[in-house]
């Protein structure tokens, strides 16, 4: 017990000393998950290193994680603390009790969530005031040493708030699905942004793509790129074969098939956010489509070879989600 004390007052000052900055990704949400689940391994007869692995996954979803000022939530230290607690135990029931993989060292993780918070603090903070700063809460004998006329303003721009985040929340509400497709796809891979758009993007040019393939571009932007492990093999199974974002046989063995094999395959790295394009050259009908990556699988089309027209008319009969 005593050491697993020692493990959360030493958790949370490392937190402490990279805490710069608003955000309780580095307060009581980040090191709180941390050091439950630093504790709880520790307590549960976990090794050192299994200890490292859970505060690694339980450090994961806190990243970015602000502030919103206690005044306008008046519950968040308890939610956030509440889920610290719920995410540091699962975290250490996953190491202890699985064989999920964790190959994060514990070191860059801390020091990634560190940086992040320095970084993402001050353009999540501007966002939050603009949204938030109606509801702040005040007093009578504050608001009396301001200049007359400013509590008139704030009280103008809460109901410009309000009725900008209506008309933002109506936009999205008019591109929901249904009640009985409220499902996006089934993604292999484990993500819908880093393997099914690309994916899905593929399918979109093999639909276009007319004989046999010699060779397949793809340029991907830095994250995506990053994450080419998980993601090429499911482009390649999308442009080759035509397959489904849910194919997990096929994105098991894409790589081994002798007709992929064959094919010159290049991988590019861009610098631009959300870019994904592919070029695949044909004997009969080669493809080009330069696309941006969505969440949930979904495609934006910039531009495609033979048409964007083509490329779009080709999503809509493969069921492909297309957004702007």
Not at 33 to 57: E, F, I, N, P, Y
Not at 130 to 147: D, G
Not at 195 to 213: D, W, Y
Request: charged share 20%; aromatic share 2%.
């Amino acid at each position: 017990m005593r050491l697993a004390a020692a493990l959360i007052l030493k958790v949370g000052s490392i937190f402490r000393a990279g805490k710069v900055t608003t955000g309780c990704n580095m307060e009581g949400y980040g090191a709180g998950s941390a050091a439950t689940a630093a504790a709880l391994t520790d307590l549960r007869g976990g090794s050192a290193a299994q200890t490292a692995k859970a505060m690694v996954l339980a450090i994961s979803p806190t990243i970015g994680v602000p502030c919103t000022p206690r005044v306008v939530t008046r519950g968040l230290c308890a939610t956030h603390i509440g889920s610290a607690i719920l995410g540091g135990n699962l975290a250490s029931n996953l190491v202890l009790k699985t064989t999920l993989p964790v190959d994060i060292d514990i070191d860059v993780m801390i020091a990634m969530a560190a940086r992040i918070h320095r970084e993402a603090a001050p353009p999540i903070t501007a966002v939050n005031t603009k949204y938030l700063k109606p509801y702040f809460k005040k007093r009578e004998q504050v608001e009396a040493l301001l200049a007359p006329g400013l509590a008139h303003q704030d009280a103008a721009a809460g109901d410009a708030v309000l009725a900008e985040a209506r008309g933002e929340m109506r936009a999205m509400m008019a591109i929901c699905r249904p009640l009985t497709q409220t499902m996006g796809e089934v993604v292999v891979g484990g993500s819908s942004i880093a393997v099914g758009s690309p994916t899905n993007m593929a399918r979109i040019a093999h639909a276009l793509k007319r004989g046999r393939i010699s060779k397949i571009e793809i340029e991907l932007t830095k994250d995506l790129y990053s994450r080419r492990a998980i993601n090429v093999p499911a482009i390649l199974m999308g442009a080759v074969y035509g397959s489904h974002t849910s194919d997990g046989e096929m994105y098991a063995k894409v790589m081994d098939m002798p007709e992929v094999r064959a094919i010159d395959i290049s991988l590019t790295e861009l610098d631009t956010p959300e870019v994904q394009r592919i070029r695949i050259t044909a004997d009969e009908a080669s493809v080009w489509l330069d696309s941006r990556n969505r969440g949930g699988a979904r495609v934006a089309i910039v531009a495609a070879e033979p048409s964007r027209e083509a490329a779009l008319e080709a999503a809509r009969t493969l069921g492909i989600q297309i957004v702007g």
